[in-house]
T-cell receptor, first 111, second 116 residues
Framework: DQQVKQNSPSLSVQEGRISILNCDYTNSMFDYFLWYKKYPAEGPTFLISISSIKDKNEDGRFTVFLNKSAKHLSLHIVPSQPGDSAVYFC??????????FGAGTRLTVKP | GAGVSQTPSNKVTEKGKYVELRCDPISGHTALYWYRQSLGQGPEFLIY????????DSGLPNDRFFAVRPEGSVSTLKIQRTERGDSAVYLC??????????????FGEGSRLTVL
């Protein structure tokens, strides 16, 4: 069962514009939601997270929004930079150390 | 280096053979995870160790897969009688049990397994 879904396999934006990556989940019992970033031939690296009791978390150019009623979260990157081009994975986490990943969205930021 | 180290980085084997993949986590990290990533998919959970014991092995697809962590540091994922469907990138990750961001795992670069 796919508990975390990323329905857009790819996204292309112009440098300087906003990138919005979306994620939906099915299980309301998750404690945290996270975004990981992956470059080719590297392992995923942690980017930003949000507790299930919050609706927004911001870290520099990256902001994650959580809409619990819609079971939806999004990652906003503004302004987007060419170095942000990577695959972004949404993940859910609970305190039983159970982490589920979405299929990923490939972001391309064009100069 | 100070990161998670996985060997081999690439492994090509024939159907039916036995394979071992090794993971050396970050020093001091008590939790260790194995994930499998197939093409176009996100990482899929296999097994989680807390110290030497497997705290959750519910993701292992069948009894051909086994993992150990005998001294609470290095872990080995073992696959018997490999099948073509086992071809994937096997990712290892480690984390501190406490004092860290929940869910923040540190991943290695992965071991790409190809079964011919």
């Amino acid at each position: 069962d796919q508990q975390v879904k990323q329905n857009s396999p790819s996204l292309s934006v112009q440098e300087g514009r906003i990138s919005i990556l979306n994620c939906d989940y099915t299980n309301s019992m998750f404690d945290y939601f996270l975004w990981y970033k992956k470059y080719p031939a590297e392992g995923p690296t942690f980017l930003i997270s949000i507790s299930s009791i919050k609706d927004k978390n911001e870290d520099g150019r990256f902001t994650v929004f959580l809409n619990k009623s819609a079971k939806h979260l999004s990652l906003h990157i503004v302004p987007s930079q060419p170095g942000d081009s990577a695959v972004y994975f949404c993940a859910s986490w609970n305190n039983n150390n159970d982490m589920r990943f979405g299929a990923g969205t490939r972001l391309t930021v064009k100069p | 280096g100070a990161g998670v180290s996985q060997t081999p980085s690439n492994k090509v084997t024939e159907k039916g053979k036995y394979v071992e993949l090794r993971c050396d986590p970050i020093s001091g990290h008590t939790a260790l995870y194995w994930y499998r990533q197939s093409l176009g998919q996100g990482p899929e959970f296999l097994i989680y160790f807390q110290g030497t014991g497997a705290a959750d092995d519910s993701g292992l697809p069948n009894d051909r897969f086994f993992a150990v962590r005998p001294e609470g540091s290095v872990s080995t994922l073992k696959i018997q009688r490999t099948e073509r469907g086992d071809s994937a990138v096997y990712l290892c990750a480690s984390s501190l049990r406490s004092g860290s961001t929940p869910g923040e795992l540190f991943f290695g670069e992965g071991s790409r397994l190809t079964v011919l």
